[in-house]
């Protein structure tokens, strides 16, 4: 069993800058990879990015690249995504999960296990 808990959401201007994390528990964190998606009011989740199990590899979707950035440390078995230059577009209930695999899987069909999230709202 794998739990996840999501941290660092809030109230944000546009311009500004928030960093998510996710701390995992009981697995093996760094054999997977991990990645983080959101969803806003009345869409679907959409994928944001994802990061292999060595940190070696990442993935971005086109709506974010030049602004997040996600990291992971092996040894806190924490993700986190740094969050540049927030948009009001990015106004989401942001998810981490892990991976079934060893890479920066984009899809989320990819993924095994999910957190609870946490909100971001970014004001303009």
């Known amino acids: 069993q794998v739990q996840l808990v999501e941290s660092g959401g809030g109230l944000v201007q546009a311009g500004g800058s928030l960093r998510l994390s996710c701390a995992a528990s009981g697995r093996t964190f760094s054999s997977y990879g991990m990645g983080w998606f959101r969803q806003a009011p009345g869409r679907e989740r959409e994928f944001v990015a994802a990061i292999s199990w060595s940190g070696g590899s990442t993935n971005y979707a086109d709506s974010v690249k030049g602004r997040f950035t996600i990291s992971r440390d092996n040894a806190k078995k924490t993700v986190y995504l740094q969050m540049n230059s927030l948009k009001p577009e990015d106004t989401a209930v942001y998810y981490c999960?892990?991976?079934?695999?060893?890479?920066?899987?984009?899809?989320?069909?990819?993924?095994?296990?999910w957190g609870q999230g946490t909100q971001v709202t970014v004001s303009s």
């Open positions: 999960a892990v991976s079934a695999a060893a890479g920066a899987t984009v899809v989320a069909v990819g993924y095994s296990y």
